[in-house]
């Protein structure tokens, strides 16, 4: 990991960290603060499993499996051309990663927030660190369509 893919990953976690905290001082738990009506609300929840509370009776599970992924996508980062796309990616993906792991370690559940209702549809709620491992994600299958990652060049005969 380069210096600064740590800073924007730090960066990002701390973002991520402020604002759940900021969240929590200003908006009772259960309570809503409405941004866009109908649209975009700050609503502070609890999540104790993975997405969609898959796992939630099996904290120790998400933690074990969070780190060994964080291995590998760090083992798997390296076969990654170095840009700023990648860059970006690895280090939103990092920082939202360990944005959600701190909460699991510290509070036992993820504290999200973000609140959206598009055509009806309730969006699970989320966090920033949410925000970044998807971003993160969709960055990375860019380059991977792209044939930035060593797999791609090596079926390529490159």
Not at 31 to 55: C, M, Q, R
Not at 92 to 118: A, C, E, K, P, T
């Amino acid at each position: 990991m380069t210096k600064k893919m740590f800073i924007i990953s730090i960066i990002w976690l701390i973002i991520d960290f402020l604002s759940k905290t900021l969240i929590e001082i200003y908006i009772p738990f259960g309570k809503s603060l409405t941004i866009i009506k109908n649209i975009f609300y700050l609503s502070p929840t609890h999540n104790k499993g993975a997405a969609w509370g898959f796992l939630s009776e099996y904290p120790i599970i998400i933690i074990i499996t969070t780190l060994i992924a964080m291995v590998i996508i760090y083992r798997y980062m390296f076969s990654f051309k170095k840009n700023k796309r990648n860059t970006i990616a690895f280090s939103l993906l990092f920082g939202g990663i360990l944005g959600n792991l701190l909460d699991r370690i510290l509070y036992g559940y993820v504290r999200d927030f973000l609140s959206i209702y598009i055509f009806n549809y309730s969006f699970p709620v989320f966090n920033f660190a949410d925000i970044g491992i998807c971003i993160g994600i969709v960055l990375l299958i860019i380059a991977i369509i792209k044939g930035e990652d060593r797999y791609a060049n090596k079926s390529s005969g490159k």
